[in-house]
Antibody, heavy 114, light 112 residues
Framework: EVQLVESGGGLVQPGGSLRLSCAASGITVSINYMSWVRQAPGKGLEWVSLIYSGGSTHYADSVKGRFTISRDNSKNTLFLQMSSLRVEDTAVYYC????????WGQGTLVTVSS | DLVMTQSPLSLPVTLGQPASISCRSSQSLVHSDGNTYLNWFQQRPGQSPRRLIYKVSNRDSGVPDRFSGSGSGTDFTLKISRVEAEDVGIYYCMQNTHWPLTFGGGTKVEIK
């Protein structure tokens, strides 16, 4: 059974930083492409970032230069390092893994507020 | 960026009746490899999204055959042949042909 468990969310002030983690089981983060997708409260889905098995990365324009996606193959864990956070980054952040099927975690809430 | 426009915003449906959701992209979703990377996702209340359809018309494993996808180029449709109570939720189209990947705004399906 595939499980993706996000952690690291919380309350942070504007301009602050946060690192999200996604612990994977049943799917190998290094050989499948992994993404982060977010959903602001009461709003729709927004793709944030993707990392391919080869290591190449892509970002939404809204987070480019502020967020960094990475992975630790030894821990089978995906990360999202978020810096210069803005109020509009407030959202539930989902970890998504692609291995033929698309697997979603339950999400972790990030609240950016003073 | 490429814009995905869904309609309607809200879709009240009678149980057992069909439903149809439209998704239009601001540019063609045909990839240089010949494939069209258009997906449909369902998000039930309080749950994480799940993909129903990939590459326009391919159903994911476990998705009931009352769901079908069609379309080409810039115009796509998700159809539910007979709506059931468990189909209540928000449906999103998403393209992964062009960077950055983009979702439609969502269509809320509810029971009349």
């Amino acid at each position: 059974e595939v499980q993706l468990v996000e952690s690291g969310g919380g309350l942070v002030q504007p301009g602050g930083s946060l690192r999200l983690s996604c612990a994977a089981s049943g799917i190998t983060v290094s050989i499948n492409y992994m993404s982060w997708v977010r959903q602001a409260p009461g709003k729709g889905l927004e793709w944030v970032s993707l990392i391919y098995s080869g290591g190449s990365t892509h970002y939404a324009d809204s987070v480019k230069g502020r967020f960094t996606i990475s992975r630790d193959n030894s821990k089978n864990t995906l990360f999202l390092q978020m810096s210069s956070l803005r109020v509009e980054d407030t959202a539930v952040y989902y970890c998504v893994g692609a291995s033929g099927y698309l697997y979603w975690g339950q999400g972790t809430l990030v609240t950016v507020s003073s | 960026d490429l814009v995905m426009t869904q309609s309607p915003l809200s879709l009240p449906v009678t149980l057992g009746q069909p439903a149809s959701i439209s998704c239009r992209s601001s540019q063609s979703l045909v990839h240089s490899d010949g494939n069209t990377y258009l997906n449909w996702f369902q998000q039930r209340p309080g749950q994480s999204p799940r993909r129903l359809i990939y590459k326009v018309s391919n159903r994911d494993s476990g998705v009931p055959d009352r769901f079908s996808g069609s379309g080409s180029g810039t115009d796509f449709t998700l159809k539910i042949s007979r709506v059931e109570a468990e189909d209540v939720g928000i449906y999103y189209c998403m393209q992964n042909t062009h960077w950055p990947l983009t979702f439609g705004g969502g269509t809320k399906v509810e029971i009349k």
